[in-house]
């Protein structure tokens, strides 16, 4: 899986290339007007996945893309990215996503498990537009040091302008995960069981979670824009059959928060 992540990166990025020998003015595929979107979230949200607990939390937020005439949309589901493609209805570039460590420290919970290294998600995602009030993005991830695992996320949004400066979205949201990932955060062996009292378990990949959110967000200025949001998740499969979801967590998850970013525009010849 890991030679076919790096190999489709490689492949968006061959392709991107040529562009410059295609275009009529003779420019390279980066030519042109771009955005780079950098903010804050803080959000109250489980102390881990599957955690009945909850705690105050806050994470970065980071967006570049090329600027075109379609209205685009983007949601605090959206990990930071830089779209190699972009003929206005369709983006399609690379992605990552910094994973936090995962460990006693953070809950009672997970005492005598095994804990989760500091790390980094990468990989490749993908957007469209059906019309112009409706967005689909799937984004299909590689863990580094964190987990061996594969992750995939699809979410769709439909959003309406309330007024000038405000809009309403939301929509359905849905995530998978390999075998490799299920066995980094839900795996409890004999040792495991023994050191932390949960039942022994060995999870398979699968669907992860399903699950809604909204979001109303301000567009304060030109460049300032920011936005309340809720979301809902039902753990599911292999994950919400886990013994650290049914012996000490719970498969209802809630996200509330608020969350800012500030755009910059420039131009590359």
């Known amino acids: 899986m ?4 790096i190999s489709a990166l490689l492949s968006g990025l061959a392709f991107a290339a040529p562009m410059s020998a295609l275009a009529d003015d ?5 030519s042109g007007d771009w955005y780079l979107k950098v903010g804050a979230t803080g959000f109250v949200a489980p102390r881990y996945d599957g955690s009945k607990d909850y705690l105050f939390q806050a994470a970065p937020l980071v967006s570049l893309g090329k600027a075109g005439q379609t209205v685009r ?4 589901n959206d990990n930071p990215s830089f779209a190699v493609l972009d003929s206005g209805p369709f983006r399609a570039g690379i992605v990552g996503k910094l994973i936090m460590p995962r460990n006693a420290d953070d809950s009672d919970d997970l005492k005598g498990l095994k804990p989760v290294k500091l790390g980094v ?5 993908a957007e469209a537009y059906p019309t112009d009030w409706f967005r689909v993005r799937g984004e299909i991830r590689r863990g580094i040091r964190s987990h061996d695992g594969v992750v995939a996320d699809l979410a769709a949004d439909g959003f309406v ?5 405000v809009r309403l979205s939301a929509g359905p949201r849905l995530s998978f995960s390999s075998n490799d990932y299920m066995d980094a ?3 409890v062996n004999t040792q495991q069981s023994n050191r932390s009292g949960l039942s022994k378990y060995n999870p398979s990949g699968g669907i992860q979670s399903a699950g809604i959110g909204a979001a109303i967000t301000w567009q304060a200025t030109d460049k300032i824009e920011a936005s309340a949001f809720t979301e809902y ?5 292999d994950v919400a059959d886990s013994s650290l979801v049914r012996e000490r967590g719970s498969k209802n998850q809630f996200v509330i928060g608020l969350s ?7 131009n590359l010849p």
């Open 161 to 165: 302008d309330l007024a000038p400066t």
């Open 233 to 237: 998740k039902r753990l599911l499969g």
């Open 2 to 5: 890991r030679n076919r992540i």
């Open 185 to 187: 955060y839900y795996k």
């Open 26 to 30: 003779g420019s390279y595929w980066w």
């Open 260 to 266: 800012s970013t500030y755009r910059f525009d420039f």
């Open 121 to 125: 998600e990468a990989g490749v995602f």
């Open 73 to 76: 949309f983007s949601s605090r």
